[in-house]
C-alpha cells in the first residue's frame, strides 16, 4: 500500500504562489505521480503529472504558471503555482500509480493511491 499526504495549501490573493507538497510511503519506486484538483461542484480535473524519467504533463490552463518537480530520493511530489488566479480555487490532491498501469496520465483511473487533498483558495 502506498500512503499519500499533501501540504501545503491555504489562502492567497490572485496573483500570488503557492508551493504543495505531496509525500508518499509504502514503497520506494513510483513511476507517476500526479496533481488532481476538484472545484465545488466540479468534476475532478487533471492538473499536472510526472514521471520517474522527469517528463511532465500539464492541463494547458496551468502550463506557464505552475511546474511540477519531485525528489526522487524523497519520494516526493511538488506543485509550484505561480500567478494564481481565482478560477485555481480547489482542493488539490496527489495521486500515484501502480507498475504497469496502463492508459492516460491526465485520467484518474489511471491512478490508485489518492492523498486526502489540500484546500487552496484563490481570493480576487
Do not use: H
Not at 88 to 93: L, R
Amino acid at each position: 500500500q502506498v500512503q499519500l499526504v499533501e501540504s501545503g495549501g491555504g489562502l492567497v490573493q490572485a496573483g500570488g504562489s503557492l508551493r504543495l507538497s505531496c509525500a508518499a510511503s509504502g514503497r520506494s519506486y513510483i513511476n507517476t505521480m500526479a496533481w488532481f484538483r476538484q472545484a465545488s461542484g466540479k468534476d475532478r480535473e487533471f492538473v499536472a503529472a510526472i514521471r520517474w524519467s522527469g517528463s511532465s504533463t500539464y492541463l494547458d490552463s496551468v502550463k506557464g504558471r505552475f511546474t511540477i518537480s519531485r525528489d526522487n530520493a524523497k519520494n516526493t511530489v511538488y506543485l509550484q503555482m505561480d500567478s494564481l488566479k481565482p478560477e485555481d480555487t480547489a482542493v488539490y490532491s496527489c495521486a500515484a500509480d501502480i507498475p504497469g498501469a496502463i492508459g492516460t496520465v491526465s485520467n484518474p483511473l489511471y491512478y490508485n493511491y489518492w492523498g486526502q487533498g489540500t484546500q487552496v483558495t484563490v481570493s480576487s
